[in-house]
């Protein structure tokens, strides 16, 4: 699910206004959170696979050249050095279903239950992907009075996965940087991680770009990091307001401990490094004396 602001970012970035234009649509998103009667909300997405969304962007993809490099882009493991922090202790599954009713069509539904949460999203033609975070999909379901009485025949369930926001650190060194999920990963109950790793993809290339044409390679990278240190550090504020309210069993208050455990150790970590020595103007970086 592209949300209408990693939607524009892709539109902008790759200059195609009418990427995914045609792709369905999400307009509304009904929440049941903490006990609380479900809330419908506007909502705007598109949904496209993750197929999709590479084999569109895949005409803009540059040919590889030959030869040696002198900096490298990490998007995937493994990593020249450093390790991966993880805050909190929680796995995802994901299956399909059949979708009881048509109105589910148009719409995400966000449930909190006693051990865990639940997402729908729409998958075309009667069908919808079902993410469950915390405890298994039936156990879920079981205590579900916003979702489950809308979806049927659920599919195998996939792998868990980790849904816990995390950070590698460091995130670069001096020929090379982390960016999109090999630098961090965000809790999918933000729906924000696609349009975030679009951002580090630009401040990334703006970084190298810097570099290339001269700047103070060890400024840059040092803003590089910090930039993505500040953003894990406000992803985990953020998330630490939802599992405040979503329950009140062991799980939920061992999730919100862990996420503002990391919230102060991040602090901590930016306390100790320079302030900003950059901002980004369109997709380059301009030092703030010159900005000024």
Not at 1 to 20: G, T, V, Y
């Amino acid at each position: 699910m592209l949300s209408d602001a990693a939607l524009a970012l892709l539109r902008d970035i790759f200059q195609r206004p009418d990427l995914f234009a045609d792709s369905p649509r999400i307009k509304r998103r009904v929440v049941a959170w903490g006990g609380g009667a479900p809330v419908v909300v506007p909502h705007g997405a598109a949904l496209a696979s993750e197929d999709q969304v590479q084999a569109v962007l895949a005409k803009d993809k540059p040919a590889p050249e030959d030869g040696p490099v002198d900096f490298t882009i990490h998007a995937a493991p493994p990593m020249p050095e450093g390790e991966t922090h993880v805050f909190g202790d929680r796995r995802a599954v994901a299956a399909k279903v059949g979708l009881r009713d048509p109105s589910c069509s148009e719409e995400g539904r966000v449930e909190a239950v006693a051990s865990g949460w639940l997402f729908l999203v729409p998958a075309g033609a009667g069908e919808g992907w079902l993410l469950g975070v915390g405890g298994s999909l039936d156990d879920l379901l079981a205590d579900s009075r916003l979702i489950a009485p809308v979806v049927d025949a659920v599919g195998a369930a996939s792998t868990p996965f980790l849904a816990a926001p995390r950070l590698h650190l460091p995130l670069c060194g001096e020929d090379w940087l982390a960016c999109g999920t090999a630098a961090l990963g965000f809790d999918p109950i933000c729906g924000d991680g696609t349009a975030q790793s679009v951002r580090e993809a630009i401040l990334a290339a703006a970084v190298v770009t810097g570099i290339a044409e001269g700047q103070d390679a060890t400024a840059l990278l040092t803003h590089y990091q910090s930039m993505l240190i500040a953003a894990m550090r406000r992803h985990l504020l953020l998330c630490a307001q939802f599992y405040t309210t979503g329950g009140t069993g062991d799980w939920w208050r061992s999730q919100q401990e862990a996420l503002l455990a990391g919230h102060r150790w991040c602090t901590g970590l930016l306390a100790k490094m320079p302030e900003p020595a950059f901002l980004l103007e369109g997709t380059r970086l301009v030092p703030r004396q010159q900005a000024a």
